[in-house]
């Protein structure tokens, strides 16, 4: 049986039986929501391992979720409480499952599976199946999306409880009419329990990165913008969220501001990221003037615009007044706002090409917006196939772990040093220690899970020399971009790091150099 999507399928079935309403209904949203969900899991599942390859953000969560609970507790008193409620998660996944990359960005991938597939049921739900469709469909082939759905980090969940939270916030803001009358209850009533799990939702989220109180701030703008349309009792209801999200994230933010320089790698917002953000604020509003075909029907610009801009634009200008903080992986989830516009938009287009082809008794008036929708996604995703193959090499990320602890293992020697330019470095042997088994650490004094935190306590400058000096040879792990002045580098190198450049510099040469992976494995012999 073929199903319609566009907007006039429930006019279409008006004479059926009622059963028939409610079964074509269900099995029209299971569609809408299923398809994008399950090209999403395609996509996710598709180059997951990337050739093995395992990258700095992702190693600190591989290194920090096969600690116990206690150390991890230890942990996050220092350093990273903010990825406290992720590490846990992942600290389970792999007491589950065991410690695997797959284990490691599952959870991610499952993320994008449920915003996608919540996206699309909210874009059905404010314009319609087939707006719902391409919504979740534009959400699953961004490739930005794509990029994170495939890394150990907190953001592709972080987007899925945005993602929940704001379809159960349309659902409370705009309940189906049949719903709202049922045995006599206003709607308000009806829906209370929306509410409820919306603010549920909403706290986790924030407690997985309290960033996502923008989200919690843009579904305010939809509410006072709803207030227009006679929803008086709407404030009323969402007014109470704060007082359980607020307070209930309060702890997270203080706890976090100690730990501020956990961030303080991050430059000022430049040139292309203001240009990023204005083209993405361009195309939102471009979408926002096309025409809707049932304005008494609720509209996806007050919920897609402000969940698209307030994010953006208020991390850009807290970076900009405040201190640098603009990464857009921080704000991953404005990206659903966006394809609530966009999707639409695109429903809209393939629905005039029919109409206007039909007008002109062309024989292409006939196609299926359906179909139409079909050949402009598969144009997409072949436009965007190198880029998506570019994902999911091992080259994609800053860097890959691995392949600088094997560059280790084959040049180092058994009683060698091995230094860490910088300290963090040290990623590389907490990942794969076997690598570094028999060699020296010349510098660190305390380990990372004695002293809770990520990379280990280094020794004082002094004996830093004395230790460095004592050795033939020395192993450094250094970044492949890495220079000695570090003048452009937000983050001024420590003392200890620049006595290790000096002692480098002066009493040993280097005779053997590899750059792979982002990292700069050189061994250095004593000169004098």
Known sequence: MSLDLGQGTAAALGGRAASGHVGASRTRGMLVCGVPALLALVLGLWGLRRQGAIWRDEAATWEVAQRSLPEIGHLVGQVDVVHCLYYLLIHTVFEVFGASLAALRLPSVLGLVVAVAATAATGRRLAGPLAGLSAGL?????????RYAQEGRSFALVAAGVAVATWLLVGAVYPAERTAARDGRRWWDAWGWR?????????????????SLFAWAAHGVTVVLALRRGR?????RWLPTATVI????????????????????IPPASAASLLGVTAMLVVGLVCARIPRR???????????????????????????????????????FSYIGLSLLVGPTLAWAVRA????????????????????????????FLALLPLELGLRTWASRTDDVRVAAHEVATLARPGDGVVFLPDQRRDAALVTPGAFRGLDDLALAESPVASGTLYGIEAAPERI?????????????????????????????????????????????????????????????RTR
């Not at 250094?478 to 790091?497: H, I, L, M, T």
């Open 138 to 146: 534009v959400l699953a082939l961004l490739p930005v999306m794509q």
């Open 232 to 236: 008086r009792p709407l404030l009323a």
């Open 465 to 525: 020399r004395t230790a460095m000096l004592a050795h033939r040879r020395i192993v450094v792990v250094g970044d492949a971009d890495d220079e000695s002045d570090s003048a452009s580098s937000p983050v001024p190198p420590s003392p200890r790091d620049l006595v290790k450049r000096a002692v480098l510099a002066r009493h040993f040469t280097p005779v053997d150099v590899t750059e792979t992976g982002g990292r700069r494995v050189t061994v250095y012999e």
């Open 353 to 380: 090409v029919p109409a206007y082809g039909r007008a002109r008794g062309r024989n292409w008036g006939r196609a299926r917006s359906e179909t139409l929708l079909a050949g402009v996604m598969a144009v997409v």
């Open 195 to 211: 509410w409820g799990a919306y603010t549920a939702v909403m706290l986790v989220t924030a407690l997985l990165n309290w960033l």
């Open 246 to 265: 607020v307070p209930g994230t309060l702890p997270l933010i203080l706890a976090s501001r100690p730990q501020a320089g956990q961030v303080a790698w």
């Open 294 to 332: 049932a304005p008494e029907r609720p509209s996806p610009v007050p919920v897609g615009l402000p969940l698209l801009a307030l994010p953006q634009l208020g991390l850009l200008l807290a970076s900009l007044l405040v201190e640098p903080l603009y990464v857009d992986r921080y704000v991953l």
